[in-house]
Every structure is written in C-alpha cells, then in structure tokens.
Nanobody
C-alpha cells in the first residue's frame, strides 16, 4: 500500500484543517490507519488511529488532541482523514499518515507501522 498525504497549510490559532491520506491498493480496508506528527527538534509522536474493518471503527487519540481532532476513513475512497479543529501553535508539525496490520493494542507504537506517507506540513500561527 502506498500513501499520499495532503491538506496541510498555514492557519491561525483556533482555526481548522483537514488532512487526507489517500492509499493505493485493493487491501486498504485490511489496515489500521494512523496519523503521527513531528515538530522541529522533537521525536515523532502518535496523534490518532482508526481501526480496519472488523474492529467496529474503533478510534484512539493522543491526550493532547482529544476533543479537537477527529480521525475517519472512507473505504470506498481508500482515504483516511484527520479533521483538526481549535488548532494551537503547539500543533505545528509535519504530519504523517501510516498504515499497519498489527494488533489494535499496539496502534500507538510507530515502530509497528509498515507503510508511511511523505508528510504534510501544518503550521499554526499565534
């Protein structure tokens, strides 16, 4: 599965952006989808994940984005989305989408992800 992330940009604090991650390949529904981010000088961190088919569309979020970000997927379009609302300057980072087939219990561990998109820059000004 190859991934293409898009939707990043520059937005003022309090604004919104929607990131998209388009996947190629017919096995899209067999993968959990995740978003990670990496700010300058910091390690890459987990943001959100959504389960593959058969897991009841489970979702998981980092505490720092709960209530502000929403992850979703459209299997017909082979796309995972990240709706980001009430953005803060500390959300500034390069955002990466990734897919994995590991157990849902490990979905926050980026080492378990086998397929990565190229990253899209999100910049939130104060």
């Amino acid at each position: 599965v190859q991934l293409q992330a898009s939707g990043g940009g520059l937005v003022q604090a309090g604004g919104s952006l929607r990131l998209s991650c388009a996947a190629s390949g017919r096995t899209f529904r067999d993968f959990h989808g995740g978003w990670f981010r990496q700010a300058p000088g910091k390690e890459r961190e987990f943001v959100a994940a959504i389960s593959r088919s058969g897991y009841g569309r489970s979702t998981r979020y980092a505490d720092s984005v709960k209530g502000r970000f929403t992850i979703s997927r459209d299997n017909a379009k082979n796309t995972v989305y990240l709706q980001m609302n009430s953005l803060k300057p500390e959300d500034t980072a390069v955002y990466y989408c990734a897919f994995t087939q590991i157990l849902w219990a490990y979905v926050e561990d980026m080492r378990q992800y086998t397929n990565w998109g190229q990253g899209t820059q999100v910049t939130v000004s104060s």
